[in-house]
Structure formats: structure tokens, C-alpha cells
């Protein structure tokens, strides 16, 4: 297994707080922030002209309503698209972020991250290495160190040889038969898992084998208590401010 990571806490604002405000936009990093989040789950992906950016979809649409990929259009043109206005009129005028401009509002407010890795399709290793290129160049000393997770296995084999010593998570749906094999071959320090998957006897097996096991997308208090008493050790949540009250 790999090196030991950064504590993270039990409550991970997903896409930064996506309950409140524009998934993975400068004000939802904000807005966890404003809720007292002390970590934030975001996604990234890269540009036509290899930027990377924070952005759930392979496609532009849903966000900015604008109709093209990701992949094919350069930052430039994605940064004039408004990425704020479809989840509510106060959030016109917001941009899609850089994960460099993300980092800086991270390190504004002391917050860690939880970097996943959305690679458009054929670009497993590039994204890779490019996030990988951002964090090595821009991230704090200020700030706990990152993890970087991914439901690509590529994607996290590149992140594994450029940067050994950057933490590693898997993401999967269901927890696969050959999970462990994977995590190791990875050198991955934690599973990530859609919590509705997950059973007691599913994350005792995860625990007991020394892995960190995190769920998302968990949106109700009940539900998290319930994860924690299994033995869960984070929640990924649009509304960590409803899990924080437990
Ligand atoms: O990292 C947890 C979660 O964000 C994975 O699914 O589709 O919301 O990125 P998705
Ligand atoms: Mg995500």
C-alpha cells in the first residue's frame, strides 16, 4: 500500500457544495467555504487546447447551454460561456473555472481537496498528466495535500507514474470483484463508492483489508449515520450542511 495520507474529514462537499450553488463553479467552492466544509470533492477534465478545467460532463451543454464537447473547444471560448445561470438567475455571470483558479480559492480559504479526474473519452493519460502538472506546479504548501481520484484506470496508472507520492482513491460504482487487486496494482489508499452499493458487510470487508472507504452521493443525515456505524470514513454530499449537524 501506498504512503499514508492526509487526515480528511468525515464530511466532503461534493462538486464543492452543488446543493447551493453552480456544481463545480468558483461560488460552490465559495459556498462550502461559507458552510464551514473543510474538504471539496470537484471533477476535471481538459480542453481542446489541453487546459484543465472544472467540469462534471464530457459535453458542454448541460452547464452552459451551449451545444459541443469538452474536448473540442479551446478554454478560451469555454471561459465566455455563462456556467452559473442554469442552477439559479443570482449565479449569471459565473464562469467555468480553471482547476488553477479553483486552487486559489481553495487556498483562500484553507480548504482540501478531493481532485477527481474526468477524462473525456480517449484521453485517459493525457488528463491525467495534465492535473498532474497543475498540482505539481500549483498546489500550496499552504493546504493539506490533495486526493486525486478517478474512476479511470488509466487515468489513475498515469497519475501513479508521474506522481507517485500523490494519493490515490478508485472510484467505482459497485465495488468490483477484483477490487483489491485493483487498489494495490494502483497503489491506491482509498475506495470510493456510490453509497447506495454499499452494505455493513461490504465496508467491513474494505476496512478490515486497511483501505479508507468514502461514499457519495450522500444527501440525507439518516443515510450518513447509518454509513458512519458501518464504518464509512467519509461522505461525499451536495449538502454537507445537512450531514454536518449529526
Ligand atoms: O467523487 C465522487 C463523485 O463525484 C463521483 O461521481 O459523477 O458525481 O463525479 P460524479
Ligand atoms: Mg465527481
Known amino acids: 500500500m501506498q504512503t499514508k495520507s492526509t487526515f480528511i474529514p ?17 461560488a460552490s467552492m465559495h459556498k462550502a467555504a461559507d458552510l464551514g466544509v473543510e474538504w471539496v470533492e470537484f471533477d476535471t477534465k481538459i480542453t481542446k487546447d489541453g487546459a484543465v478545467i472544472v467540469f462534471h460532463d464530457d459535453k458542454l451543454e448541460r452547464i452552459t447551454g451551449v451545444k459541443g464537447d469538452v474536448a473540442k473547444t479551446a478554454l478560451k471560448e469555454i471561459q465566455t460561456f455563462d ?7 443570482e449565479f449569471t455571470g459565473e464562469r467555468v473555472a480553471t482547476l ?12 482540501g481537496a478531493n481532485i477527481e ?7 485517459a493519460r493525457k488528463t491525467g498528466r495534465a492535473v498532474v502538472d497543475v ?5 500550496p504548501e499552504t493546504l493539506p495535500k490533495p486526493l486525486v ?12 507514474d508521474e506522481a507517485p507520492d500523490l494519493a490515490r482513491a478508485l472510484l467505482v460504482f459497485k465495488i468490483p470483484r477484483n477490487w483489491q487487486a485493483l487498489l494495490n496494482n494502483l497503489g491506491c489508499v482509498a475506495l ?9 458487510k461490504k465496508v467491513g470487508v474494505v476496512k478490515d483489508a486497511g483501505y479508507a472507504l468514502r461514499a457519495y452521493t450522500v444527501n440525507e443525515s439518516a443515510e450518513a449515520e447509518k454509513l458512519f456505524g458501518w464504518g464509512v ?9 445537512r450531514i454536518m449537524v449529526l
Open 135 to 139: 498540482l505539481i506546479r500549483a498546489w
Open 192 to 200: 470510493h463508492v456510490q453509497a447506495k452499493h454499499l452494505t455493513a
Open 149 to 160: 481520484s478517478s474512476f479511470n484506470v488509466q487515468t489513475l496508472e498515469t497519475v501513479r
Open 10 to 26: 468525515k464530511i466532503i462537499g461534493h462538486r464543492g457544495a452543488a446543493g447551493h450553488a453552480p456544481e463545480n463553479t468558483l
Open 100 to 111: 488553477e483558479q479553483a486552487i486559489q480559492v481553495l487556498a483562500d480559504h484553507g480548504l
Open 117 to 123: 479526474i474526468k477524462p473525456s473519452p480517449r484521453l
Open 233 to 241: 470514513d467519509a461522505v461525499i454530499s451536495d449538502y454537507p450542511d
Open 83 to 89: 456556467a452559473g445561470a442554469w442552477f439559479g438567475e
